[in-house]
């Protein structure tokens, strides 16, 4: 395949300097031909500068616009499917199936934000009426809505070569809601990254946008991210990957003359409650779909259930010898780059070696970047005086966890980090549920899950995808689902404006059509 | 008058240990007769942990029981008038017309958070119908909802001893939200703190609530302000006051081993731009209005006229000479503490001495604690190379700044810091409004006020009074006004959630009658 090489901003292409660097087949540990090059201090700065210069007249386009950006890059997206879906398996060892899908998921994600604000209701549009007679002093009119924060950098993500990289959720969210955006690729996949940058660059393009509100960085998160979250025209962050990588981009956002919000989807193991009517009454079905979701992707999602609760007894010793005589090697297959491998290896091996914990299923894989399953054993008190117990190992491997008593679960639950989700396996006879059992399960969490699995998120209205830290870094927000757009927006109201300098959403007599609170109450007038 | 003078640890008192220390007539500097005494390690603990201990049974009460409470809590303080009224000025030197005026606020507040919770729309419930049949994968039924983040430390303000301290709007929003509140009295009021404190405990046992919903500490910031903060139970921070104490504070939350969030209310300028056109038609009534927003409550509102930008030229000179005549020593008065007093001195001493700026008003108080005017000017140019120019002097003063440009105004304001509000005056002569001027204002405020002043902030449903950094150190948030609930929650969803166990807000049916998002359409179904 033929690449350009090089950081794509604005208009035009990035400096050829250094040393390229080339994306590696995780299948094979060969490098592929097509050299890229990271983007120089000079192209960092030229992409954050001419993002800042689109701002203001992005952020003042109508929602129509808008949609017709994201529908625009939707279409360009599936004008280059071939191209992604041969691209995926050799950067990532997807395989094509899983890219096409992934694509799918994509475009649907773009098409859902353009609906969102093509439809405008999501600004919180409020308007409270002047009362010029008022004693002591007169009422100002006021009117408030969510703006967009400012450029946004947008950190590719290594386990979502599409739906959570350049043209993924984030950018998705933050152009939906007037943001520019300057995208750093995840370095295991570049020729992904480019090909969905030039999708954006070409729908930018097609829809007259400003240069600059859309541009993409090759390289590093250390060596190009950095510096471009401390660019003083960056305003809010979105990332996906490791808790070091996050951490170190929250700090760095901190350090800054003016701190700016950082969305960094960190870690999470996702735990699973078993309750004991559910383990009497559907032990095989849960250890099949709970080996179906531990390997799903080869374990390699955000929601991968790294922490199961059962009840001490011999009901729990039957499911989990059923469970473990399905991770087999099947259940593996290779990292989608060499460095999950290894952390793989370092994170099993130190919890093989844990005094606490024995070793149910424990197997090496000999391929380049091979991950095969390892499953654990170990009990609540030994996981209540240890938490590196419910540490993340990111792959084919969860935590078998048995419990001696409710309390003693509720005790586990409020001790655990934050968590993307939490899912309570019950039966009838379960019931009713134990409300201080849902309360400290959503105290830790953003998803409560009953009766399923954490892997697979749906994309929708009422997704919430964030939970305490450091399942995300704020977890007030979502990444996921159109409540995404609020990561990059703040309250802006005016006081007494004219009406013509107003914002459509906010203008007298409602142009838009939109749903806005006024005096307190929704309404479309 | 005869007060406790321990901290209010639930339905008990805190301990008598330690020195005790007294509260200060500003005005006289004498030491009022009353004897209070700091929080000890141990009170913090049991408030935080008795905080945690409520903190679940309270997240789950609907919002007629929160109404309930917060409007008990208003009563409470209706009840007490006579004792706040007396109190306020021995303890802040502000007259009692004021403590009146603000008791009303605080009251009203309460009851406008009331009416928020029991209406119930608040929770933007989300609700995404299943699709079992859909292929590939079926899509699960999703309900999402805002629900309390958890035990939240507020802190009171010095300025606002009864609407931003105690039974304050950061003790409101937390309250309805559904959160727990651990508030630490400003040490210059400990007495208005007790009776506000004493007022919430006996609404919250009226209402039968959990002991714990609310705890007041006595002490200091840095002594019982930092350990709460690093304190586990405490999930989010309301603070407002000094950049070095809200910075000190975001450093603890971010250091815990769960970082939190913090609202901390910080430093504001709040720019006032005057445009030629205005400034012809009607520079005597705004230098009036000026001078009277500028000494409101002796200059100590957040939203304060710090800097004031006037084009260059005999217009500007003959508006500063009218605005300097009016800010004689009838402007000054007595500060809410010492503290305060100090420091605008130390302020108003570095600006003076200062190469590129003039002092237009110069007058020093003999009164203890007494402030008096000072007025300033400079450039733009100057402005450009030296941004402490720029850096809030708290009390009755300002600086008036001249430009040379269009550009150059627009320079001004983008390279300030955020602040909570942007004012521009203008003339039909002036219009139409340059979109970049708006633009870039809106990119550093939260508030634009047209042919107003900053001070005075409308508590409604639309009012945004936050910003960039450091006007709040999380500018996407507004601390007055119903928006004010958003600081202290979340965003939580459940995926197949039997109906028995949902909150009401999401049940079947719509029990609350409520507006919810259903598949993306609002409905009330």
Known sequence: MSFIGTSLIGHSTGEKTGTPFFGVNPATGAELPEPFFAASPADIDRAAKLAKGAFYAYSRTSGTVRAAFLRAIAAELESVRAAIVVRVPLETALPEGRANG??????????????????????????????????????????????????????????????????????????????????????????????????????????????????????????????????????????????????????????????????????????????????????????????????????QFCTNPGLVLLPEGEASDAFIASFASQMDASKGGTALHQGIANAYQTSTSTKKAHASVSTVVGIESKNPAGVAPYIFRATAASLLVDESLTSETFGPSTMLVTYSSPQELVDVIEGLEGQLTGTIQYDPTDLPLNPNLLSALQSRVGRIVLNGYPTGVEVCHSMVHGGPFPATSDGRSTSVGTGAIYRFTRYVCYQDMVNDALPAELKDGNPLGIWRTIDGQLSTK
Chains 1, 2 share one sequence.
């Open 102 to 299: 992934e694509l799918g998921r994509t475009i649907g994600q773009l098409n859902m934000f353009a609906g969102l604000v093509e439809t405008g209701n999501w600004v919180d549009a409020r308007l409270d009426t002047a009362l010029p007679d008022r004693a002591p002093v007169p009422k100002p009119d006021i009117r408030a809505m969510q703006v967009p924060i400012g450029p946004v950098a947008v950190f590719g993500a290594s386990n979502f070569p599409l739906a959570f990289s350049v043209a993924g959720g984030d950018t998705a969210s933050a152009l939906a809601a007037g943001c520019p955006v300057v995208c750093i690729a995840h370095y295991a996949h570049p020729g992904v990254s480019e090909l969905a940058g030039l999708a954006i660059i070409r729908a930018a393009k097609a829809c007259n946008l400003p240069e600059g509100v859309f541009s993409l960085l090759q390289g590093t998160g250390q060596e190009v991210g950095v510096p471009l979250v401390s660019h003083p025209a960056i305003k809010a962050v979105g990332f996906t990957g490791s808790r070091f990588g996050g951490l170190a981009l929250a700090k760095v956002a901190a350090a800054r003359r003016e701190p700016i919000p950082v969305y960094a989807e960190m870690s999470s193991v996702n735990p699973i409650v078993i309750l004991p009517g559910a383990l009497g009454s559907r032990s095989e079905t849960m250890a099949t779909g709970l080996a179906g979701s531990v390997s799903m992707g080869v374990g």
